[in-house]
């Protein structure tokens, strides 16, 4: 009888051990477990809005007068996180509309991942250019003549396009030229 009382005894507890995992995971005894089917939603590309933008000589450019490089920092001003993604479009403009622009010539560098920022983060993205050569007005080695833009127009997909002015002077270049690295979560030098 001792040996029955033991089995019934393991039965028990094997049926209120059940009925307690049960009543913590929603699970009814004798349905089967289903995979978890969440998924989280990753965020929205940033909108033109959410994004401020400014621009500073690079540190590392090519030798020359003109600007050679500069690095473009995108700042999310948002409340709620979003993405970055792929190469920028670069256009010279002048302090008017960025509609009226000068399109250069885009060279990509990198392979494109997506950056999520979140509030007050930033990402950025390097321009270099065609530098400028020579004293006083600059010549171009092409043997065009340089160009010097108040303001650019950087666009990002589906993260529209801003007009920025750099931090310290105009921005000069030849050729309409211009190599541009990704977005990336890492401020380039």
């Given amino acids: 009888m001792r040996h029955s009382n033991g089995i019934r005894r393991a039965?028990?507890?094997?049926?209120?051990?059940?009925?307690?995992?049960?009543?913590?995971?929603?699970?009814l005894p004798g349905t089967a477990m289903a995979a978890s089917t969440t998924t989280s939603t990753p965020p929205p590309a940033c909108s033109a809005s959410a994004l401020q933008v400014s621009a500073r000589q690079?540190?590392?450019?090519?030798?020359?007068?003109?600007t050679?490089?500069?690095?473009v920092q995108f700042t999310n001003v948002s409340?709620?996180?979003?993405?970055?993604?792929?190469?920028?479009?670069?256009?010279?403009?002048?302090?008017?509309?960025?509609?009226?622009n000068t399109p250069l010539k885009v060279t990509r560098t990198g392979r494109a991942a997506t950056v999520t920022v979140r509030p007050h983060g930033k990402a950025w993205v390097k321009l270099t250019f065609v530098q400028v050569q020579g004293e006083a007005d600059g010549y171009?080695?092409?043997?065009?003549?340089?160009?010097?833009?108040?303001?650019?127009?950087?666009?990002?997909?589906h993260s529209g396009k801003h007009q920025v002015a750099?931090?310290?002077?105009?921005?000069?270049e030849c050729d309409n030229?211009?190599?541009?690295?990704?977005?990336?979560?890492?401020k380039p030098s």
């Fill in 11 to 27: 039965a028990l507890a094997t049926t209120a051990v059940t009925a307690v995992a049960a009543a913590v995971t929603g699970i």
């Fill in 58 to 66: 690079a540190v590392h450019r090519p030798v020359g007068t003109g």
């Fill in 68 to 71: 050679g490089a500069a690095v």
């Fill in 79 to 100: 409340r709620r996180t979003c993405v970055l993604k792929g190469h920028p479009t670069v256009a010279g403009a002048g302090n008017g509309s960025p509609a009226h």
């Fill in 140 to 157: 171009c080695v092409s043997g065009k003549d340089p160009v010097a833009y108040p303001t650019m127009v950087i666009g990002l997909p």
């Fill in 166 to 172: 750099l931090d310290d002077g105009w921005w000069a």
């Fill in 177 to 186: 030229k211009v190599t541009v690295t990704p977005v990336s979560a890492v």
